[in-house]
């Protein structure tokens, strides 16, 4: 079984280059379903959740091809066949496909996504806008069907502005008949990196990144080559990796204006930060002080970056509150963070850190993708040496992320244990 090993203490020196959004390219690849012909997505992340999606796509006739960061895909055989339900009930993010197939095929079937660590992640309003587009949901044992003759566009406001049904409507209404406006959407980064996709195969897709997204149908889209955006919270674990070893990097190939709710954060902490052509140089070498974070959507503070930032507030004298309002269950990683000698106690959505001088290495288990980001980072501020385990979870969000690390200084490497 695979472990990292983090000695801690050194802090980080260098550069470091961010890889594309998971979080972008993961719809991105979904919505390729919506046309027949041979899509090219370019710098793509090597990331185990983007093989996932690959497999379930391979599962339903699609003909993919990952070669050195390209991601070449031809749905002209696709087939409306019930994708594995394994490898959907392996990756929440594979109940993206939906819109896409009930636009092409007008209906289909698949496993109910279930839950995961972090929350239950319901579907309820990604199959609201299914059934305002003029979908038939029926349910089955562990299972959702939709049926539509003919998706017409409509108003669809949703209750809250969740990411992935705001996607996941959008892939629905680009090929409906009429137009689709969908109220209260998700605004972050990758929603519009998902439009602009959709755009550049031939949608009429506009707002998207406010909170109003305006959707004319089109007959038919086509293929076409796309470039993803850069991953902010990549970005953001970099920044508070180095922020917490008090070590200056500079991070390459960033977004400036999606890292907004990140570098406020950062600052408010005491981080020097200052931007540089298209990157970010990140200074730690400063004196810190407790704050408050309330993670909320986008433009505010992202829930993604929440477990990182709690490893670095763990080590900041002082008491700081983090507020958790997207996810029910988004806290497992304290009993971690607190067997490294962190004091931090959880008052139902509110975590109160109580910052310690410095934390101590030992065997920890990531318990979720973003928890496992944090055990590294407070693995590299702790005395003595940190070993974390079920380490996969942190491959299906990070890129070789041990090897960015050691490449910035840092005393960490992956190791077999029986
Ligand atoms: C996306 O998940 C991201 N995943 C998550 O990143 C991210 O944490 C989340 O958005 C919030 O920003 C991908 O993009 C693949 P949501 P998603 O629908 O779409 C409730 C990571 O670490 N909700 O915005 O599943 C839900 O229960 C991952 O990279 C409903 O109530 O998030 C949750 O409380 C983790 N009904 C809230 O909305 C629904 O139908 C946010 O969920 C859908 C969601």
Known sequence: MKKILVKGGKKLNGEVNISSAKNAVLPIIASSILCGD????????????????????????????????????????????????????????????????????????????GGCNIGNRPIDLHLKGFSALGAEINFGHGYVEAHANKLVGNKIYLDFPSVGATENIMMAAVLAEGDTVLENAAEEPEIQDLANFLNSMGAKINGAGTDTIKITGVKELKGTQYKPIPDRIEAGTFMVAAAITRGKIKINGINEQHLKPIIAKLREIGV???????????DGNNDFKPIDIKTMPYPGFPTDMQPQMMSLLATINGTSVITETIFENRFMHIGEINRMGGNIKIDGRCAVIEGVDCLTGCEVKATDLRAGAALIIAGLAAGGYTTIGD???IDRGYVSIEEKFKKLGADIERIEVD
């Not at 090597?46 to 070449?72: H, Q, Y």
């Not at 031809?74 to 394994?86: G, I, R």
């Not at 200052?274 to 990140?282: F, Q």
Request: charged share 25%.
């Open 272 to 282: 020097c930060m200052e931007k540089v052509d298209d990157g970010i140089i990140i």
């Open 391 to 393: 380490i996969y979870h």
């Open 38 to 113: 041979t899509c090219i997505i370019d710098n793509a992340p090597m990331l185990e959740d983007v093989f996932v999606i690959s497999e379930v796509l391979k599962s339903i006739n699609s003909n993919i091809n990952i070669e050195d960061n390209k991601i070449i895909i031809d749905n002209s055989n696709l087939t409306n066949v019930e994708p594995d339900s394994d490898l959907v009930r392996k990756m929440r993010a594979s109940f993206l496909i939906m819109g896409a197939m009930i636009s092409r095929f007008g209906k289909f079937k698949i496993s109910l996504p």
